[in-house]
């Protein structure tokens, strides 16, 4: 699953003891190992070969440039959803034709720059945006290719905040809208719209929503060549989701194996984009113990990484496994909070927790996707730096924020 592992009690990542990585770059800090992050992109294309899609990495999972470009120069397109993802992409070399770019909220200058740079196509997800899609490439004296993101309203039994694909949420255009844009599609005289997308949400452990899912999605495309509108791509989003604890997730040729059929049907070429799936298990989150504090009815835990590093406890209660680096088999319930001050800051409650000391260091596992992607400055700490693993060989691929970065587009 991954190539963090203990070794004569310490714990590796690949061929690096992860304590050495806390002791050289500070904490808190975020490792990750290069061989299960391509390791998990290479399981992905492995169980899909039969129909190659174009596996577009989710880039607001994890948007280091060295993560992008160790999966890009594998043959992986990205997935963006704003201007600065586009920036990334592209600085990285990710060809302008495997870039996808979706989000409810494209403004014309994002529009504008994704079209003149040429990328795959736009997934669209309302009837005033495929206008100002078809305008603007009007403006710009181009054919820009779209796919609708459709609504398929389906339940992917998933946290509330990450669930997309129900009729309520904001996302994609519902079946019976998107089928009356598909008829009319040559009116937009700028835009191809050549291609269906969907993404119902994320960290789904079953297949059973994707295949609902799909299955409408394959009755509509039906209902559409009935009626002589023939497509090219279907998009099919991402949302796998991964083991952070005690879940079973389907792996990826069980996913493979249930869409696969679905996805033969439709005769089109298959775009994918996995973030979690990907990036989720290849990277920790490193934090050292300040305190260890007492109170009548409980034990803290206080460690130098917050909910600025690490936000998915406080907005999700989320689960991440917390592994001390040095193996201990002793352990006793404890909270494990940061230093901010809120009562959300907590990277795990009332669990049990290796007895550790001052000074020593705890991992938090499974923080590789929308975990330095969603960190922030809050509190005016510094944002955390990066490290990544491969083999022995080991490199710096974000460095600590300085004071100076904090206030750098500040004025008095
Ligand atoms: N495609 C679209 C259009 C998306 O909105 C997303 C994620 C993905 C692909 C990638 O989904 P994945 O394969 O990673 O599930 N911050 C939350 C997750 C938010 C997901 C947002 N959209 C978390 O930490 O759980």
């Known amino acids: 699953m991954h190539d963090f592992r203990y070794k004569k009690n310490q714990l590796y990542c690949e061929d690096v003891i992860v304590k050495k990585l806390a002791k050289t770059f500070g904490t808190p800090l975020y490792v990750y190992?290069?061989?299960?992050?391509?390791?998990?992109?290479?399981?992905?294309?492995?169980?899909?070969?039969?129909?190659?899609?174009?596996?577009?990495?989710?880039?607001?999972?994890?948007?280091?440039?060295?993560?992008?470009?160790?999966?890009?120069?594998?043959?992986?397109?990205?997935?963006?959803?704003?201007?600065?993802?586009?920036?990334?992409?592209?600085?990285?070399?990710?060809?302008?034709?495997?870039?996808?770019?979706?989000?409810?909220?494209?403004?014309?200058?994002?529009?504008?720059?994704?079209?003149?740079?040429?990328?795959?196509?736009?997934?669209?997800?309302?009837?005033?945006?495929?206008?100002?899609?078809?305008?603007?490439?009007?403006?710009?004296?181009?054919?820009?290719?779209?796919?609708?993101?459709?609504?398929?309203?389906?339940?992917?039994?998933?946290?509330?905040?990450?669930?997309?694909?129900?009729?309520?949420?904001?996302?994609?255009?519902d079946l019976e809208s998107a089928y009356k844009i598909l008829l009319l599609r040559d009116k937009f005289k700028n835009l191809n719209i050549c291609g269906l997308h969907i993404h119902i949400g994320s960290q789904i452990t079953e297949s059973a929503p994707f295949v609902a899912a799909l299955k409408k999605v394959s009755d509509f495309i039906q209902r559409l060549k009935d009626k002589g509108v023939e497509l090219q791509y279907l998009n099919i989003g991402g949302g796998m989701g991964i083991v952070?604890?005690?879940?079973?997730?389907?792996?990826?040729?069980?996913?493979?194996g249930k869409i696969i059929p679905l996805l033969k049907k439709t005769g089109l070429k298959i775009i994918m984009e996995p973030g979690r799936f990907i990036a989720g298990n290849s990277g920790i989150l490193v934090t050292k113990v300040i305190y260890i504090k007492h109170t009548p009815k409980k034990k803290f835990i206080i460690v130098d990484a917050g909910m600025n590093d690490l936000i998915r406890p406080a907005l999700y209660s989320a689960h991440h496994r917390i592994l001390p680096l040095a193996k201990n088999l002793k352990s006793e319930k404890a909270d494990v909070v940061g230093p901010i001050c809120e009562s959300g800051d907590f990277l795990a409650k009332e669990r049990y927790i290796a007895k550790v000391k001052e000074g020593e260091y705890l991992a938090v596992m499974g923080?590789?996707?929308?975990?330095?992607?969603?960190?922030?400055?809050?509190?005016?700490?510094?944002?955390?730096?990066?490290?990544?693993?491969?083999?022995?060989?080991?490199?710096?691929?974000?460095?600590?924020?300085?004071?100076?970065?904090?206030?750098?587009?500040?004025?008095?």
């Open 33 to 173: 190992s290069r061989k299960t992050l391509l390791d998990h992109y290479l399981k992905l294309k492995s169980a899909f070969s039969q129909i190659n899609p174009l596996i577009c990495f989710s880039v607001k999972a994890n948007s280091n440039l060295s993560i992008l470009k160790a999966l890009v120069s594998q043959g992986a397109g990205l997935d963006i959803v704003s201007g600065g993802e586009l920036y990334r992409a592209l600085k990285i070399g990710c060809p302008a034709q495997k870039i996808v770019y979706a989000s409810v909220g494209k403004t014309d200058k994002e529009i504008a720059a994704a079209i003149s740079k040429g990328i795959f196509f736009f997934n669209v997800e309302s009837l005033a945006e495929l206008e100002n899609i078809n305008r603007i490439s009007a403006k710009l004296k181009k054919i820009t290719r779209a796919a609708i993101r459709l609504n398929p309203d389906v339940e992917a039994k998933t946290h509330k905040y990450v669930t997309t694909g129900k009729i309520t949420n904001k996302f994609g255009i």
């Open 244 to 256: 952070y604890d005690r879940e079973t997730p389907q792996t990826a040729q069980i996913y493979a």
């Open 367 to 412: 923080a590789g996707a929308y975990g330095f992607s969603m960190s922030s400055n809050y509190n005016s700490r510094l944002r955390a730096a990066e490290v990544m693993v491969a083999a022995d060989k080991i490199s710096l691929i974000r460095k600590r924020e300085s004071f100076e970065d904090l206030i750098r587009n500040e004025k008095i």
